[in-house]
């Protein structure tokens, strides 16, 4: 069987290299290649773990991903990832999240556990903890290198056989029956095609994904670390954090790394990008507000300046969830779309999924299939609630 990927994502890459690795003849295409600064699975790390409020199939494939990124990292040349624990911190005053997922994490034989609020100020003194209301602490967890990631999985793909393409792949979507599939001009042939195109798969199946994905504006910040004490914010020291606060952006970030500095970024998903067009420059406003709550949650670095800056995007589905389904014009051809910022850690995890939904005919999980957004408004827990379910359907169709 001869398969087609497009786009070497973390999603694409783990698919191509999960069917390579059973013998098929599998080709991977991309605009720029693995981890380019401009792809969603670009960029310097993002978090591991296994928290999922009810959402227990997002606990599995990320469980199912873990001896995959370890066994990655232990064979590389360079560290992949970092097991340095997630520290959950709520502000709010509803942490079902956090207590849905401990039975789903408890059942991948992994733990989360409650801190006392001294517990954890003696823990961790560099966080200020007095507007917490609970801390949970995930030992099962880290910080995952994502550009060298992609890089390592599509090197192992390509040491096991398969090819690489880097280029423009076109979609006719109107004649996609006949598989009007093509790149740099010339038509793809393949016996199946997986397009996994985040933020890019909305242009090339406007049809299919137009009305059930949006392109949301992300930025990322690293803060300087004070002078000769970078080993107390590494991690090392520190684990990954998230604050979850109902009514602000739910910050989070990942301690010192690559000598870039104290990641911080936030999930707030409003203001609408394009991957293509829109400048990556950071918004004076969304820098003030994010050094007022990282000075106020980390005292010892109030005043350190930014060191370094990223502007990415995130490719949603209006309900948070992933969509993975067969076109409807083409049952040869498998979308994969919606990673909404939150798939880039199970990546390992869905590349088994899809190379079983492809060779074995495996039922692609309801929870999963794009049908559900035509009729039913309910979002995932990771997205909250249903009112910025209908708030996202206003604003972006």
């Given at each position: 069987?001869?398969?087609?990927?497009?786009?070497?994502?973390?999603?694409?890459?783990?698919?191509?290299?999960?069917?390579?690795?059973?013998?098929?003849?599998?080709?991977?295409?991309?605009?720029?290649?693995?981890?380019?600064?401009?792809?969603?699975?670009?960029?310097?790390?993002?978090?591991?773990?296994?928290?999922?409020?009810?959402?227990?199939?997002?606990?599995?494939?990320?469980?199912?991903?873990?001896?995959?990124?370890?066994?990655?990292?232990?064979?590389?040349?360079?560290?992949?990832?970092?097991?340095?624990?997630?520290?959950?911190?709520?502000?709010?005053?509803?942490?079902?999240?956090?207590?849905?997922?401990?039975?789903?994490?408890?059942?991948?034989?992994?733990?989360?556990?409650?801190?006392?609020?001294?517990?954890?100020?003696?823990?961790?003194?560099?966080?200020?903890?007095?507007?917490?209301?609970?801390?949970?602490?995930?030992?099962?967890?880290?910080?995952?290198?994502?550009?060298?990631?992609?890089?390592?999985?599509?090197?192992?793909?390509?040491?096991?056989?398969?090819?690489?393409?880097?280029?423009?792949?076109?979609?006719?979507?109107?004649?996609?029956?006949?598989?009007?599939?093509?790149?740099?001009?010339?038509k793809i042939k393949a016996d199946k095609y997986i397009i996994a195109c985040g933020p890019w798969g909305r242009k090339?199946?406007?049809?299919?994904?137009?009305?059930?994905?949006?392109?949301?504006?992300?930025?990322?910040?690293?803060?300087?670390?004070?002078?000769?004490?970078?080993?107390?914010?590494?991690?090392?020291?520190?684990?990954?954090?998230?604050?979850?606060?109902?009514?602000?952006?739910?910050?989070?970030?990942?301690?010192?790394?690559?000598?870039?500095?104290?990641?911080?970024?936030?999930?707030?998903?409003?203001?609408?990008?394009?991957?293509?067009?829109?400048?990556?420059?950071?918004?004076?406003?969304?820098?003030?507000?994010?050094?007022?709550?990282?000075?106020?949650?980390?005292?010892?670095?109030?005043?350190?300046?930014?060191?370094?800056?990223?502007?990415?995007?995130?490719?949603?589905?209006?309900?948070?969830?992933?969509?993975?389904?067969?076109?409807?014009?083409?049952?040869?051809?498998?979308?994969?779309?919606?990673?909404?910022?939150?798939?880039?850690?199970?990546?390992?995890?869905?590349?088994?999924?899809?190379?079983?939904?492809?060779?074995?005919?495996?039922?692609?999980?309801?929870?999963?299939?794009?049908?559900?957004?035509?009729?039913?408004?309910?979002?995932?827990?990771?997205?909250?609630?249903?009112?910025?379910?209908?708030?996202?359907?206003?604003?972006?169709?």
């Amino acid at each position: 069987m001869k398969i087609a990927v497009i786009g070497s994502g973390v999603w694409g890459a783990c698919t191509a290299y999960h069917l390579q690795k059973e013998g098929l003849d599998v080709d991977l295409y991309d605009m720029w290649g693995a981890g380019n600064s401009r792809s969603g699975s670009g960029g310097a790390s993002r978090i591991i773990r296994l928290a999922y409020g009810e959402d227990k199939i997002y606990t599995e494939l990320t469980n199912n991903s873990f001896e995959f990124w370890e066994n990655l990292s232990n064979k590389s040349d360079r560290k992949l990832y970092h097991e340095c624990g997630m520290l959950w911190l709520v502000s709010q005053d509803d942490s079902s999240y956090i207590t849905h997922s401990a039975e789903h994490i408890k059942n991948c034989g992994q733990s989360i556990s409650r801190l006392t609020k001294k517990e954890a100020i003696k823990k961790y003194p560099h966080i200020n903890l007095n507007d917490i209301n609970e801390i949970y602490y995930e030992e099962k967890a880290g910080a995952l290198l994502a550009s060298r990631c992609c890089k390592s999985v599509v090197r192992k793909f390509k040491n096991n056989g398969g090819n690489t393409f880097i280029g423009e792949v076109k979609v006719d979507e109107n004649n996609l029956d006949k598989n009007d599939i093509v790149f740099n001009g010339k038509k793809i042939k393949a016996d199946k095609y997986i397009i996994a195109c985040g933020p890019w798969g909305r242009k090339l199946l406007p049809e299919m994904l137009g009305e059930n994905t949006y392109i949301s504006r992300q930025e990322v910040y690293y803060f300087s670390v004070p002078n000769n004490k970078a080993v107390e914010f590494d991690l090392n020291s520190m684990p990954c954090w998230l604050d979850l606060n109902e009514n602000n952006p739910s910050y989070y970030g990942i301690p010192f790394h690559l000598n870039k500095g104290f990641k911080i970024a936030y999930d707030e998903r409003s203001t609408l990008f394009d991957p293509d067009t829109s400048d990556r420059i950071p918004m004076q406003d969304l820098v003030d507000r994010t050094k007022s709550y990282l000075y106020h949650r980390f005292p010892r670095l109030k005043g350190l300046p930014i060191s370094e800056t990223r502007v990415c995007q995130y490719e949603n589905s209006l309900d948070g969830n992933f969509i993975i389904n067969w076109h409807k014009k083409n049952n040869d051809v498998l979308v994969l779309a919606g990673s909404s910022g939150h798939g880039f850690k199970l990546g390992p995890g869905l590349g088994e999924l899809v190379r079983d939904i492809v060779l074995e005919n495996k039922e692609i999980p309801e929870f999963f299939d794009i049908k559900r957004l035509e009729s039913n408004d309910k979002s995932s827990q990771y997205y909250n609630s249903q009112i910025k379910y209908n708030k996202r359907k206003r604003l972006f169709n």
